[in-house]
C-alpha cells in the first residue's frame, strides 16, 4: 500500500429517500503538506452529522473546536537523523494516529521517543511532538483530528 497513489476514498451515506447509499467511491484527494503525501479522507468543521455526504468544512488544514479531520499520510524514509526541534509542533487538536505500514518514530517535547509500529494506535492531546520515519520503508498513518479547546 505504500506506493504513493492515492488510497480509494468511500462515503457511505443517506440519499434523498433517506436510504442507505455509496455517495462517493474514488480516490482521495491530496492535500498541499510538508509532512510527504497526505490525502483528506473527510473534514467537517461541526459536529457529525448522521448521513452526511459532504459536511461543511473550510480549506484549513486542522479542524475548528468542534471539527474534524481525517488524513491518510505517507512519509517517506529520513535518511538522517532529524534535529526534533526542526519538527516539533503543537496543535488546538487531539488526535489519533493509526500506524497502517512502515513504521515510525514520535518525538515528545520533552525528549522522549517510541518508535511505532502496524497496528499501534498514539493519541496526542494537544502536546509538542515531531515524528520521523527511521526506514527502511514509507509509512502509512491514519490521522483522526478533532478541534479541540484549551
Known amino acids: 500500500m505504500s506506493d504513493g497513489a492515492p488510497p480509494r476514498r468511500i462515503v457511505c451515506a443517506l440519499d434523498d429517500a433517506g436510504a442507505a447509499a455509496i455517495a462517493a467511491d474514488g480516490p482521495a484527494l491530496p492535500v498541499d503538506h510538508t509532512a510527504g503525501a497526505v490525502w483528506r479522507i473527510w473534514a467537517a468543521d461541526g459536529p457529525a452529522q448522521i448521513g452526511a455526504a459532504e459536511p461543511a468544512h473550510g480549506p484549513e488544514f486542522f479542524p475548528p473546536a468542534g ?13 538522517n537523523p532529524i534535529d526534533p ?26 525528549g522522549s521517543q517510541v518508535e511505532v509500529v502496524p497496528g499501534a494506535v498514539i493519541v496526542q492531546a494537544g502536546t509538542e511532538h515531531a515524528w520521523e520515519n527511521p526506514g ?15
Open 67 to 79: 471539527g474534524s479531520r481525517v488524513y491518510l499520510s505517507e512519509m517517506p524514509v529520513d535518511p
Open 136 to 150: 527502511p520503508d514509507p509509512a502509512r498513518i491514519v490521522f483522526v483530528l478533532l478541534g479541540a479547546s484549551a
Open 85 to 110: 526541534a526542526t519538527r516539533m509542533h503543537a496543535t488546538d487538536t487531539v488526535d489519533f494516529a493509526i500506524v497502517v505500514s512502515g513504521r515510525v518514530r514520535l518525538i515528545q517535547g520533552d
